[in-house]
T-cell receptor, first 119, second 110 residues
Framework: DTEVTQTPKHLVMGMTNKKSLKCEQH?????MYWYKQKAKKPPELMFV???????INESVPSRFSPECPNSSLLNLHLHALQPEDSALYLC??????????????????FGPGTRLTVL | SQQGEEDPQALSIQEGENATMNCSYK?????LQWYRQNSGRGLVHLIL?????REKHSGRLRVTLDTSKKSSSLLITASRAADTASYFC??????????FGAGTRLFVKA
């Protein structure tokens, strides 16, 4: 199974709502990623989890809260978002480096994304 | 990791023609990856070329890497309408961070 699944496919929410995006993979990958992509722009890295621990936070506003409850699941909790947060949110997974100093970079497998609209 | 810069920004060709897109980067890398993204969808990994490799093939794709010029090219031969997508390069120095360049938007006319 080389698939990364994301739910929901589309989400419309108001600025006062709380919602969550979900990502799942069963490839045994221990690194999982959240990206944000605005229209006609490249994906921008938000968070990276490695072995269920937050490894990278690219100075993302606290209204985005990631969670990695186990090695197969990655969530992104959303609260008090702004209209400018409307975007395609992509999840990805890969094999992480085996040691902190390793320069190995593995292929990332991406999910189809969640199209988020904030009203 | 560092950002790659793709060139051209957009490319429009007829079905059956070859498409070439280029990527330049600034510092030494240990590998460079190419990804494809169909409109509004997730990215699909196409090919990874390591710094000690000069050329790699995968089906209709041919990737070259010139580390002395800090550049890579992706050639798609005998293009099809289904190749219409955005193509991103991702030069890697290691670790988790992937910084995608602006990409090349390829349009293949049937």
């Amino acid at each position: 199974d080389t698939e990364v699944t994301q739910t929901p496919k589309h989400l419309v929410m108001g600025m006062t709502n709380k919602k969550s995006l979900k990502c799942e993979q069963h490839m045994g990958h221990r690194a999982m990623y959240w990206y944000k992509q605005k229209a006609k722009k490249p994906p921008e890295l938000m968070f990276v989890y490695s072995y269920e621990k937050l490894s990278i936070n690219e100075s993302v506003p606290s209204r985005f809260s990631p969670e990695c409850p186990n090695s197969s699941l990655l969530n992104l909790h959303l609260h008090a978002l702004q209209p400018e947060d409307s975007a395609l949110y992509l999840c990805a997974s890969s094999t992480p480096p085996r040691t902190s100093g390793e320069t190995y970079t593995d292929t990332q497998y991406f999910g189809p994304g969640t199209r988020l609209t904030v009203l | 990791s560092q950002q790659g810069e793709e060139d051209p920004q957009a490319l429009s060709i007829q079905e059956g023609e070859n498409a070439t897109m280029n990527c330049s980067y600034k510092t030494s890398i240990n590998n460079l990856q190419w990804y494809r993204q169909n409109s509004g969808r997730g990215l699909v990994h196409l090919i990874l070329i390591r710094s000690n490799e000069r050329e790699k093939h995968s089906g209709r794709l041919r990737v070259t890497l010139d580390t002395s010029k800090k550049s890579s090219s992706l050639l798609i031969t005998a293009s099809r309408a289904a190749d219409t997508a955005s193509y991103f390069c991702a030069p890697h120095t290691g670790g988790f961070k992937t910084i995608f360049g602006a990409g090349t938007r390829l349009f293949v006319k049937a």
